[in-house]
Nanobody
């Protein structure tokens, strides 16, 4: 199983990023997929998840700024992040599980992609 996240980077406050996560080694369509993040000194936080039927869930910290989506034909997960602030600086991880993504853990994790938001 591989979950390869990319698309992080350095952005100014108020800007946008769209990290993606390419999955392989499992039946992507059957799994819920999600994004976690972990900032230095903080616990891992579930930001958003999308189930195999397309239902979405967002964490409280997202505040309507993030949109999760999946392309089953490409086995790829996306996270559109708008109006970013310094508090969004963290390593962002994609994860997979079924039937749902739990708040605290998932069956599979990918390596993270670093997002840094400058003020």
């Amino acid at each position: 199983v591989q979950l390869q996240a990319s698309g992080g980077g350095l952005v100014q406050a108020g800007g946008s990023l769209r990290p993606s996560c390419a999955a392989s080694g499992f039946t992507f369509d059957d799994y819920a997929i999600g994004w976690y993040r972990q900032a230095p000194g903080k616990e891992r936080e579930l930001l958003a998840s999308i189930s195999s039927d397309g239902s979405t869930m967002y964490g409280d910290s997202v505040g309507g700024r993030f949109t999760i989506s999946r392309d089953n034909a490409k086995n790829t997960l996306y996270l559109q992040m708008n109006n970013l602030g310094p508090e969004d600086t963290a390593v962002y991880y994609c994860a997979a599980d079924r039937p749902t993504i739990a708040t605290t853990s998932a069956q599979y994790y990918g390596q993270g992609t670093l997002v840094t938001v400058s003020s």
